[in-house]
């Protein structure tokens, strides 16, 4: 496997969490590209240091997207904007390394993230337009 930080990811992931998870400390997430996967069906995945690798380093949570190039890049924009959001979701308010399950990171929630995502960033077109 190789990695590569995803500038135009981070940035995007950081657009989408200040509308929806403001919680989310972007300074502590960090998006990447990864090539080479053996993986069948997935497209991304969310990385957290443990709390006792946290206490090991002496370091606050970090968290790590990672998105599979080969089956990420295939998505239209809408699709990827919905992986980024899913991803995020795992992320959970205290920040604290651990993450959200799927009980509550699902279709459903994520394509209601999304609705709010596109309503707020519409709502911040207008605005920049007047």
């Keep these: 496997m190789r990695y590569e930080f995803a500038e135009d990811l981070q940035k995007t992931a950081k657009e989408i969490s200040s509308f929806l998870f403001p919680y989310i400390n972007m300074d502590y997430v960090k998006c990447f590209r990864s090539y080479g996967t053996s993986s069948r069906r997935t497209i991304a995945r969310c990385h957290g240091l443990s709390k006792i690798m946290q206490k090991t380093l ?4 970090f968290y790590a997207l990672e998105f599979l190039t080969e089956r990420f890049e295939k998505l239209d ?4 904007i919905k992986v980024i959001i899913h991803e995020l979701m795992h992320i959970p308010k205290s920040f604290g390394g651990g993450f959200k399950q799927h009980d509550v990171v699902n279709e459903r929630n994520v394509n209601r993230c999304y609705l709010e995502y596109t309503k707020r960033k519409n709502e911040q077109r207008n605005l920049s337009f007047l």
């Design 77 to 80: 924009q809408e699709e990827k």
């Design 58 to 61: 002496n370091t606050k949570a």
